[in-house]
């Protein structure tokens, strides 16, 4: 059990340090992410189930992802990333936090899990009735389909695809 912790804590610590080295390089190549206009954080608490992701080491094997937002007395968000390892059936569990950036529209946050080291988490397309969100970063190595139910209508994962398209986000990658 120990050892089994000091891996995952070191898988996290690994994967918080390559998106705070990814996320801190100048994205000047790409035009400016448009997130969503504003995000009623309360209303965004919950489970969400990853829908699709641009794959990277740190969920490598991971199969039925979701994270668990809770709002903290201090504003900021408790996240918890689950998923289960698709070669042994064993829970993964990430605990970290977030919080906002830009308070006016509360759609860029960001999150860390491991100190100092932090990530953009910017909401870039979100459900009228916060049945699905996007989230991406401005360098566009990373996004998540989210969304409230642990499968999407494909009409709305299609229009998804095409909104990220026009976002520059290479939607080739997706690991649905």
């Given at each position: 059990?120990?050892?089994?912790?000091?891996?995952?804590?070191?898988?996290?610590?690994?994967a918080?340090?390559?998106?705070?080295?990814?996320?801190?390089?100048?994205?000047s190549?790409?035009?400016?992410?448009?997130?969503?206009p504003?995000?009623?954080?309360i209303?965004?608490?919950?489970?969400?189930?990853?829908?699709?992701?641009?794959?990277h080491?740190?969920?490598?094997?991971?199969?039925k992802s979701?994270?668990?937002?809770?709002?903290?007395p201090?504003g900021e968000?408790e996240?918890?990333?689950?998923?289960?390892?698709?070669?042994d059936?064993?829970?993964?569990?990430?605990?970290?936090?977030?919080?906002?950036?830009?308070?006016?529209?509360?759609?860029?946050?960001?999150?860390?899990?491991?100190?100092?080291?932090?990530?953009?988490y910017?909401?870039i397309?979100?459900?009228e009735?916060?049945?699905?969100?996007?989230?991406g970063?401005?360098?566009?190595?990373?996004?998540?389909?989210?969304?409230?139910?642990?499968?999407?209508?494909?009409i709305?994962?299609?229009?998804?695809?095409?909104?990220?398209?026009?976002?520059?986000?290479?939607?080739?990658q997706?690991v649905?």
């Amino acid at each position: 059990m120990r050892s089994s912790l000091i891996i995952l804590s070191t898988a996290v610590f690994a994967a918080v340090l390559f998106v705070a080295v990814r996320s801190s390089r100048a994205a000047s190549t790409f035009p400016p992410l448009i997130t969503v206009p504003h995000v009623d954080l309360i209303r965004y608490m919950g489970v969400w189930h990853e829908i699709a992701r641009i794959d990277h080491s740190f969920q490598k094997g991971c199969i039925k992802s979701s994270a668990t937002y809770t709002m903290l007395p201090d504003g900021e968000v408790e996240v918890i990333n689950r998923c289960v390892n698709g070669k042994d059936g064993r829970l993964r569990e990430a605990k970290g936090r977030a919080w906002s950036v830009d308070p006016e529209n509360n759609a860029r946050l960001k999150v860390s899990f491991f100190w100092p080291l932090r990530g953009d988490y910017w909401i870039i397309d979100l459900g009228e009735e916060y049945e699905y969100a996007v989230v991406g970063s401005p360098n566009r190595k990373y996004l998540w389909v989210l969304a409230r139910q642990p499968v999407m209508d494909d009409i709305v994962y299609k229009g998804i695809l095409e909104r990220l398209t026009t976002q520059g986000f290479p939607v080739e990658q997706l690991v649905r």
